[in-house]
Each structure stands twice: as C-alpha cells, then as structure tokens.
C-alpha cells in the first residue's frame, strides 16, 4: 500500500489528493482496489467525483445517511455544476482498530485512533454518466490517467459550493411520522433539492420507504423534465438528480414554464392527487416561482396537497424570497385567485429557515443543462454504448 502526501508530484496522475484541507488529518493510501481514506472522530471532507463507498471501520455520514461496515456499498456522486458531497466520521463508540492493520495490509506508518473511521473509495463505471459525458461540452467529473482508480478529488482547490446542512435540520425531520405531508418552498437556488435529498435520506434510516410528490416540473428530481409525478422511494440518494431517475406510480404531463398556463398546471395538481394514497411518511417537492402570481400558484397546490407541514426556506436575497410568510391566512388569501372555494379549515405547521446556499461562488449548472443532462440520463437506457438506439436509429447532438 502507498501513502500519498500533499505535495506528491504525481498527484495530478491519480486525483486522489487532499488539496485544501488546512487540518491535514486526514490520510490517504492508494491500493489495489482504490483509495483509503482515514478520517478521525468528526472530521469531515469534500469531495469531486464519483466513486463507490465502502466503509471498513466505524461510521460515516453523507448528505443525511449514515453508512456503516454492515452497510452495502453506495455510490456517490458528486459532479462540477452542483454542492460537492462530504463525508463526515460519525463513529461514537470506542472500538479497537488494531486487528484491521492486518486485515488491510496496512504498513506500520498508518496512524490509527480509537474512533476513527476507515473507508475504501472503488471505481464507479456508469453507463449513464459516460453516456452524459459524451453529449454535453462541459466537464463534470474529474479526468484521470490511472484507470483504475476512481475518479475523485478530495477537498478540490478553487471555487466550489459545497454542501452544508442546516442545524435545524435534523430536528425537523424528527419530526415527520408515517402520517406527515411536507411541502419544501422557496425560490430558487435556497437548496429545497438538497433538503429534500437529506431528509429522504434521513427518514429512510426510519422507515422502509417515502413517498415523494414531485410539483417541480422544470427540475423533477425522479423523472424527466416537464412531469409533475408521485414517486416511491426506498433507497437513499446520494447525488444529482440525473443519478438516480426512477419509475413514477403517477406522473402528469405538465409545461416547464407554468407561468404560461397557471390554471393547467394547478388542473394538472387535482388530476395528480386524484387517486389514492396509503399512508407512509410524504415530502412535497415545489417549485421555486415566487415572484408576480408565484405565491397565488402556490397557494392553491397547498390548498389542494392539504400538507401537515411547510418547510420556507428564506434567501438572504430578498429577490429570491417569497414576499410574505407561509402563514394559513396569507395562503387562503391568495390562494382565491385559482381557487373557487377555499376551504377555512387549512392547517398546517409552518416552519423557516435560513438557506445555506447564500455564500456558494462554484459554478452552478443552469437549470437548462440540468434538464438537459437528466434527459440525457434518461435516453441512455435506451442506447448502447454507441448512442444507438435498440430501434438502430442513431442518436444526432
């Protein structure tokens, strides 16, 4: 096994270096099959790339979802254009680590502490994300010469976002039983997508699966573009949303830009929910259209979704923000604009708070090419390798 240092000159043939991390505790060897990582008790690094996630010893968590030795191995996604994903050692227990020296060849240099974690970073070949890859002209995962390695970066240098959850978080998702439905508003680029990532990730260490109601047409986190859906989920995510597309239970045609026809995406809202739903715990994914009649939209889905909980998230950007609360007598009120008969029994608890996305300065993929690389995703189910379809029609840019 080969330690690799900071400054080792042939870092930039095997991307697997920690190059901005001021602690410098974290430590990394190259093996056969990938790259081990040491992390001690609560620390927690970034990373650019994809790879799969196996832990070895003590307990990692990423984006909300605790990984532990007993865990199957997960794949991680974490590309240019979106929040990088971290790892964090969450290991609580003091277990003795000294018979895993053996176990992994490592060489006496290896510095373990009671409490750390060890992880194992393995290669992650994806059909769709060669086949985005190849059709889109910006890099979005790192290049490497050694093809045996995975393709990573551990704390990249320069400008990127990264993701960095609330602390109030936690606690209100605690909150959420098998009868919860909770809406997740604000405008755009606050991080509704990341929240809802981490509380399904959350919820799923609870229950075996959730229900997601995808109002988002313009950025559907399970389907293609241009649907309002119902999904269930019983696995975790652990990257952007062309990563992991899935099968709908309902899904509605609806328009990406509903500014157009406001009514037909609302008509499109009662069509969705008319069927029926058992009870198991509810996010509701919602667009970030807050200016003009935004708030009138939104008000009659509330009306019709008749959440238990809102979650507002507030942008220290006024422009971003909704121009008012949540609140029951705001959502009645506005909500008459679409809706006929507005019901006076509206309830729901209401909480705020504040994006983590304000201080982000990366580069951030558009929403167009974020729509775009999903399609993509999802046309590669239906090709090979060659961007042919099994109809033998070739794939044109």
């Avoid at 260490?205 to 389907?223: A, H, N, V, W, Y």
């Avoid at 259209?289 to 507030?314: F, R």
Wanted: overall charge neutral.
């Amino acid at each position: 096994m080969k330690r690799v240092e900071p400054d080792d000159k042939t870092r930039n043939d095997c991307v697997i270096i920690d190059e901005h991390n001021s602690d410098k505790t974290a430590q990394y060897y190259e093996t056969d099959d990938g790259v081990i990582v040491i992390l001690e008790k609560d620390d927690t690094i970034y990373f650019h790339g994809l790879m799969i996630l196996s832990v070895l010893h003590g307990e990692i968590e990423t984006l909300g979802y605790t990984v532990t030795k007993n865990s199957k191995d997960v794949k991680l996604y974490s590309p240019r254009g979106t929040s990088l994903l971290y790892l964090k050692n969450v290991t609580t227990q003091d277990i003795p680590v000294k018979s895993y020296l053996t176990n992994l060849k490592i060489s006496n240099e290896v510095k373990l502490t009671d409490n750390c974690a060890i992880i194992l970073c393995k290669k992650l070949d994806e059909a769709n994300i060669s086949f985005i890859e190849k059709h889109i002209s910006q890099q979005i995962l790192p290049r490497i010469e050694d093809s045996n390695m995975p393709r990573v970066v551990f704390q990249p240098k320069g400008k990127w976002n990264v993701l960095k959850p609330n602390h109030n978080w936690d606690r209100i998702i605690s909150g959420i039983n098998k009868s919860t439905k909770m809406m997740i508003c604000g405008g755009k680029g606050v991080g509704k997508t990341t929240f809802l990532r981490y509380a399904i990730n959350q919820l799923l260490m609870k229950f075996k699966e959730i229900r997601i109601i995808d109002l988002d047409p313009g950025q559907s986190e399970f389907t293609i573009p241009g649907c309002i859906s119902i999904i269930r989920i019983n696995e975790p995510v652990f990257g952007v949303n062309y990563t992991h597309l899935k099968a709908a239970e309902r899904s509605i045609l609806s328009n990406i830009n509903i500014g157009y026809e406001p009514e037909k995406y609302i008509a499109s809202v009662k069509c969705l929910l008319d069927t029926s739903l058992d009870e198991i715990p509810t996010l509701i994914n919602y667009m970030g259209y807050t200016y003009g009649i935004g708030i009138n939209i939104l008000s009659a889905a509330i009306v019709h979704m008749q959440p238990t909980d809102i979650l507002q998230i507030h942008s220290q950007n006024s422009k971003k923000n909704y121009r008012c609360k949540l609140s029951v007598d705001v959502v009645i009120a506005n909500a008459k604009v679409f809706v006929d008969l507005v019901p006076t029994d509206l309830n729901y608890n209401l909480y705020e708070v504040q994006s983590m996305c304000d201080y982000n300065d990366g580069w951030t993929a558009e929403p167009r090419q974020l729509r775009e690389m999903s399609i993509l995703a999802y046309i590669s189910q239906m090709a090979d390798s060659n961007s042919v379809f099994r109809t033998k029609s070739p794939l044109y840019k």
